[in-house]
């Protein structure tokens, strides 16, 4: 061969590029990372200190009111603990527990778990010393959606599918025998929500988009179904509450409103009627078991403001020494006037409260550790508002960290949540705190979708407006120039639909943000829509649209991020965990490959044992320490001691 020739085949092989690394490779995924919580009272704590301050959640009171069961992580994933007169102890030890409920007979708690965060759950009664327990549901491959006990305790409403179906269907369990029965057959998204107090009847759920629901009643003696509420403008009927005698429930709704209302319906007559009407949602609603005392929690500003009032005199009793942040749980014992508050706050990170309602007084029952970290430290958010580009006002919770200056900006991370139907709320969040704490401003960002702003607004990205939540996102980081925050330097963060947020924003906005950090997000709505969970598929349609339909199928590759990975110039950090049935894992397996594909700057964390989020304390410790190290590497070092 000539020299001519040698020299042109070396030029050819310098031109082809190298094949671009698999996706998934095997080093994308997590292994145990070491390294020690540091010394409390540290300036600069790790990201471990954070997690390990623990929650209080999803309480429910024994039927005196004596004792209490709740979910905490403090064994590493969320675990049951019962709170009584000897101290708490916990009760079970496997799985991580997703919810739990006293049973009115108070023999027993049901719980429920799933396998490594499929969402594909088992049912559990288990007696209040642990030292019992049986099995009332094995896990299999149907969905599950729990409905509660009857009113004695003797029965469970469930929703399930058949393996390998969307259609659920409605379930009646006899505790005693743990035989069941179907009693309604084959509907997508119908689920029970409610027992009439007698027994012999249930209020259904009927999902009509992901902010909205119909209201059925079904007989179990006929088994027929009957409509009770079904507007012809999608509205929402939620936290049903029956009054012992059965002749009506309160509840929650936005019907003929834009924001929620607390509201009677009178079955005899099938009239609902409002009872308060705020100037923002009403949220939690719960009676007790007696029907004296009607207990509501109001969303103000993201803020949460508890109301109690005495049907039988009238009167409001006040309800003084809750912390500020967001009731997640109103619940009653069933046999006495005692009302269990769960608060999760800026500076709490997860409790109960109960309140003695006929005594008027409210006591702490669960002191969760917050790792060993000073909760006055935690920063609490100022709830703030801008004009996007439309005009449109923008909400949000603008966290400030220590250290800055008008001469030493803050870079900024703007969070955007999930659902999008949900709201960002002043609750507690390791990772909000440990990344102010080092040194960044930031804003969760309730972008046009979300809730608490009213019905109107949150319908505001619904079919062919979706674009404009996106465009949300650009206006957020202009306006934070305007806050004494660098804005060149800002990241974009979120999970589920935050996740896809944060893919849209890093393809469609590529010069808006310096990198993106994106958890178990969509990539290509034409495959998540298909691969989605049965409850999923069931408000899906409802809330983007028909992709059996050619223009609408159009509509969703072009809003698909991977329709626009070439335009990718941010470096982006993907984490997604193996057994999602929401958000199926190849939406970032496609995502990440395409990238890799094109040289991109992307680093993926593939996690075999979480699904839909990253529950286990270990891995979550990977997560967050990874994403610190990424922060500091694209948009740089906080302003704080800790980002130094």
């Known amino acids: 061969m000539s020299l001519a020739l040698l020299a042109a085949s070396a030029g050819a092989a310098a031109q082809i590029k190298p094949p671009a690394p698999a996706t998934p490779a095997p080093e994308d995924v997590p292994v145990p990372v070491s390294g020690s919580l540091g010394l409390a009272g540290a300036r600069c704590a790790d990201i471990s200190r954070y997690l390990n301050a623990r929650a209080a959640v999803n309480p429910s009171l024994a039927p005196d009111g004596g004792e209490l069961v709740y979910r905490t992580g403090v064994s590493g994933q969320p675990q049951l603990w019962v709170n009584g007169p000897d101290g708490p102890r916990q009760i079970t030890f496997g799985e991580s527990v997703n919810i739990a409920e006293w049973s009115p007979a108070g023999d027993g708690i049901a719980y429920s778990v799933d396998r490594g965060g499929d969402e594909r759950e088992g049912y559990y ?14 896990p299999t491959d149907s969905f599950r959606e729990w409905g509660g006990f009857s009113r004695d305790g003797s029965q469970v409403a469930y929703a399930a599918t058949e393996p390998g179906k969307a259609d659920f269907n409605v379930y009646v369990l006899t505790v005693a025998t743990g035989q069941t029965r179907r009693v309604l057959s084959g509907q997508a998204g119908i689920y029970p929500v409610a027992w009439r107090p007698d027994g012999k009847a249930l209020v259904l759920s009927r999902v009509r988009g992901e902010d909205a629901n119909d209201l059925l009643y079904l007989d179990l003696a006929t088994g027929q179904a009957s409509d009770l509420l079904v507007p012809s403008e999608a509205s929402a009927y939620t936290q049903i509450a029956w009054t012992p005698d059965g002749k009506g429930f309160y509840l929650s709704t936005n019907q003929d409103r834009d924001f929620a209302a607390l509201a009677y319906y009178d079955f005899a007559e099938r009239k609902l009627r409002t009872v308060e009407t705020p100037s923002h949602d009403v949220e939690a609603v719960a009676l007790s078991g007696d029907g004296r005392y009607l207990a509501w929690s109001e969303n103000v500003g993201g803020f949460s403001e508890a109301r109690l009032r005495d049907l039988r005199t009238n009167r409001t009793v006040p309800i003084l020494g809750l912390p500020k942040g967001v009731i997640q749980t109103l619940s009653w014992a069933d046999r006495a006037a005692r009302l269990a508050f769960q608060v999760s706050g800026p500076q709490v990170p997860g409790d109960v409260w109960v309140l003695n309602a006929q005594r008027g007084d409210l006591r702490r029952v669960t002191k ?3 790792g060993g970290l000073d909760e006055s430290t935690f920063v609490i958010p100022e709830a703030v508002s801008f004009k996007s580009h439309d005009n449109e006002t923008i909400y949000g919770l603008l966290y400030r960290p220590a250290g800055a200056t008008t001469r030493t900006l803050p870079p900024a991370v703007v969070m955007v949540h999930g659902g999008p139907t949900a709201q960002a709320r002043p609750d507690f969040d390791a990772a909000t705190q440990y990344l102010v704490a080092r040194g960044y401003a930031i804003l969760d960002l309730n972008f046009r979708g979300s809730t608490g702003y009213g019905k109107r607004f949150a319908r505001l990205d619904n079919g062919r407006l979706r674009p404009n939540a996106v465009k949300d996102m650009a206006a957020a980081v202009e306006w934070l120039g305007t806050q004494g925050i660098d804005n060149r330097r800002v990241a974009v963060m979120g999970g589920s639909y935050g996740g896809y947020m944060t893919f849209a924003a890093l ?5 808006v943000f310096q990198a993106g950090v994106g958890f178990v997000g969509v990539s290509n709505w034409i495959t998540a829509l298909e691969g989605a969970s049965p409850q999923l598929k069931a408000s899906d349609r409802y809330e983007y649209g028909n992709i059996d339909d050619p223009a609408e199928r159009e509509f969703f590759t072009q809003l698909s991020p991977i329709t626009y990975i070439k335009q990718v110039r941010s ?8 057994n999602d049935p929401r958000d199926p894992v190849g939406e970032a397996d496609q995502l990440v490959g395409a990238l890799r594909s094109q040289g991109g700057d992307v680093e993926y964390l593939r ?14 410790v990977i997560a967050y320490r990874r994403i610190a190290a990424f922060l500091e590497r694209t948009i740089g070092k906080g302003v704080a001691v800790c980002g130094s």
């Open 125 to 138: 009664l288990i007696s209040p010393d642990g030292k019992r327990e049986r099995e009332l549901l094995a």
């Open 368 to 370: 969760s550790a917050t």
């Open 507 to 511: 393809t469609t906005l590529p010069d």
């Open 571 to 578: 470096p982006l950090m993907v984490l997604h965990g193996a």
């Open 607 to 620: 996690f075999p044992d979480e699904g839909h989020s990253i529950r286990k304390l270990t891995n979550r």
